[in-house]
């Protein structure tokens, strides 16, 4: 059987994957932190980062690429413990709001995530933090090892890293810190001398949808994150490289040293 087919959309931080043959198509999204810009007791932020704008980015995503069922790969709210009560009718709200268009969601579990379920429509499906394998593509957000099902996947896609890469400050971020996908792609013969515990050619890390979450520059010499798994036994294993929202190829990333047994750092092998 064919493998999926799957397809960054241009200027969004979404993924479409094309089933092989009949299957409807899907997108993949990863932290959306809806309430990160609401103040205490739930004083609104930036309009851009409300829940409201989340869910008409969402919408015409859906819209613009023709999808009717969205995947969700973790952290769609921001608060890690609990659920602010100011933020409940309005994380409701942007489901049921996806629901009432047509679109199908399914939500996989991410480290902010603790208690959601409670505070969905029962029509979204939620699966737990080890994920969810859907036309061979293995989903997952990163903050806890994934299923052994999942690890047989042809494609693994994964979140939580908030992916960007540092360039001159400009007028869209004043950091430098600019969105970008992950896409690492893994010989038949392990790097090293730990063996793979994962079938999958090619791991795809989203950039968070949200687009006032914090991003890490994954081109620093040592990123903040650089103790998770996805470095050390998944971007450390690969020919990773990094791409701009626009599709634009900004190079291979360099691999922390914290990651390397020989601690040495070293940038992933181009592809080829």
């Known amino acids: 059987m064919a493998a999926s087919q799957v397809t960054p959309l241009r200027g969004l931080p979404a993924l479409r994957v094309d089933p092989s043959g009949n299957a409807r198509p899907w997108l993949i999204v990863a932290d959306l932190h809806l309430g990160l810009t609401a103040g205490e007791r739930g004083t609104p932020g930036p309009p851009e980062g409300s829940p409201n704008a989340i869910r008409d980015q969402l919408l015409a995503a859906c819209d613009s690429s023709g999808v009717r069922r969205l995947v969700v790969a973790g952290d769609v709210k921001h608060p890690i413990v609990g659920t602010p009560r100011s933020l409940r ?3 409701f709200g942007v489901f049921a ?7 199908e969601v399914d939500v996989v579990l991410g480290n902010h995530d603790v208690g959601l379920a409670a505070h969905l429509p029962r029509e979204v499906t939620v699966h737990p933090a080890d994920g969810l394998l859907r036309d061979g593509v293995g989903v997952f957000h990163g903050h806890r ?14 979140g939580h890293l908030h992916p960007g890469y540092r360039f001159a400050s400009t007028g869209e971020s004043a ?3 600019m969105a970008c996908w992950v896409r690492a792609e893994f010989e038949d013969v392990p790097v090293g001398d730990r063996p793979r515990r994962f079938a999958a050619k090619e791991l795809i ?8 979450a914090g991003r890490e520059a994954l081109n620093r ?3 903040r994150r650089s ?3 996805l470095f050390g036994r998944f971007l450390g294993e690969g020919s990773a490289r990094a791409y701009l929202l626009d599709g634009t190829d900004v190079g291979p990333i360099v691999t922390p040293a914290s990651t390397r047994r020989s601690g040495s750092p070293r940038r992933a092998r181009p592809a080829p």
């Open 227 to 229: 103790r998770s798994f």
């Open 175 to 177: 950091s430098g810190k």
């Open 221 to 223: 010499q040592r990123p």
């Open 89 to 91: 009718p309005s994380l």
């Open 97 to 103: 709001d996806l629901l009432a268009a047509g679109v």
């Open 145 to 158: 090892w994934p299923s052994k099902r999942v690890l047989g996947a042809d494609r693994l896609v994964a």
């Open 205 to 212: 890390v989203l950039p968070a949808f949200h687009p006032l």
